[in-house]
């Protein structure tokens, strides 16, 4: 077998290494590294600045429920915006509702975009649907101009370094607030509590300042190697553990269901005190 | 920052490494290479055969969920048998049922049990408690020979690679089904169902051969760095989804709460569908 590693570091005190099939794409962007490479263990994966963002094996955990959790406790989403994101996995999981009639992403770098269409089809394979508008530009700047309303914003970073830091400031998350209908509501990922336990807890008081109601739920993704990972919800009216009454379970999904939404939202004690 | 790292093999496409404070202690034992390592990200860790089995940071997420499931949907245990669990961790939550009368613990190798002692106090205090035995014994040996009957079996083993493999053979389930009383459960450590998917599955098909009801639970432990984690109980009489009637909540837990009982039980799609 080749001796061919990918070294990931996640803190200074813990890293990740992969054996490496092949690179298949690396290239400095206008706004960061990124590669395109073949684990034996988890597939393609695209990593940017050093960090595997999805791998093929598992990327399904984080779509799903960044995405469905959200849109279904949301009775009739059917303006959607996705900031980040760009390889397409969110897309593909929010267009499975049939409710949907518009999807605005809005990706700053178009490298992740055209990358993700060669070496990810799965996934960029939302980028094909008639519904979809792909924005090249910046997230904020976007909220800051546009003129929609959206009833469901989903907030796919990367992790708070360098351009994504502001995607979780309190001013962020005031102007997602205004370009959201009466019963809209914010969908964010939200690093692991254990990890990234500060930006974990920020994003909750941040969202807090802004939506009357906001929720956690959890989902173990392997790739991100870090325990439990979250997704923070900010609701104006509907409460995101509920699912709405009329929704249809939406077939060949691998970790979502209506139970797994349930239990999603319910926290080990030691991640509820940190929310205190 | 010194720059003394610990390599931990998980699969033989992947692996993490982990900043170390300090080599606390190394030796072989008659079993295996022990070692307590102090690393920077999760405090002092035992390592078996150059794997983690449990840090000071996370060890509550994996000792309360092992114990406590179980524990709490049997009404009455009051003889509890843990077959490996050498650190003290998962005796230390079962001995906080005040129903529970005895506690026997089988571990093989005495060097994990006095090196606890000496190196990881917080999980090693149950040995101090009047109500446990300790036999450096072979658990298999053990439970083939005792003449007692247990309310409730704990397996705490390693991974299935050398001695431990025999711990998750039907004919072992068959030996502790038989040393059961006729209420009596067994709760094993059953690995991830991402990367040991096999053993996760031979669990389960195992126990379900001698045990009339068999689920499975849930946790995160980001010490395994394997996505969801992985616990399996085999019951003759108790719903091990439900908590019996009487019971107290138990102060001070971290992970586990009534709510984290029912929510564990819960799969993923694609976990469900590893079992049917």
């Known amino acids: 077998m080749n001796q061919l590693w990918f070294y990931e570091k996640h803190t200074s005190g813990y890293g990740v290494h992969w054996r490496v099939n092949q690179v298949l794409h690396a290239e400095k962007t206008k706004y960061q590294e990124l590669a395109i490479i073949d684990t034996v ?10 960090n595997i963002q999805v791998s093929e094996m598992d990327e399904f955990i984080y779509h799903e429920m960044i995405a469905h959790t959200a849109m279904n406790s949301h ?51 939302s980028f094909q649907d008639p519904r979809l508008n792909l924005y090249i530009e910046d997230g904020i700047k976007f909220v800051q101009n546009t003129k929609e309303y959206y009833d469901m914003v989903i907030i796919d970073s990367s992790d708070p370094i360098g351009p994504a830091v502001q995607l979780y400031s309190k001013e962020f998350y005031l102007d997602v607030h205004n370009r959201l209908n009466t019963d809209g509501m914010i969908a964010v990922q939200s690093e692991s509590p254990i990890f990234y336990q500060d930006v974990f807890v920020n994003v909750f008081e941040n969202l807090s300042s802004v939506f009357d109601t906001v929720k956690v739920c959890l989902a173990p993704v392997m790739t991100y190697t870090a325990g439990p990972w979250s997704f923070t919800v900010g609701s104006k009216k509907w409460d995101p553990e509920r699912i709405a009454g009329d929704k249809k379970q939406i077939n060949g999904l691998k970790y979502y269901n209506e139970y797994v939404h349930k239990g999603a939202f319910i926290l080990p004690q030691f991640i509820k005190e940190m929310l205190r």
């Open 41 to 50: 263990e988890c597939g393609k994966t695209l990593v940017l600045d050093g």
């Open 75 to 125: 009775p009739h989403p059917e303006k959607v915006l996705i900031i980040g994101g760009g390889d397409g996995g969110t897309a593909r999981e929010v267009l499975k509702h049939d409710t949907v009639l518009q999807v605005d992403l809005v990706e700053i770098d178009s490298r992740v975009v055209e990358n993700s269409k060669i070496y990810l089809p799965t996934m960029a394979c």
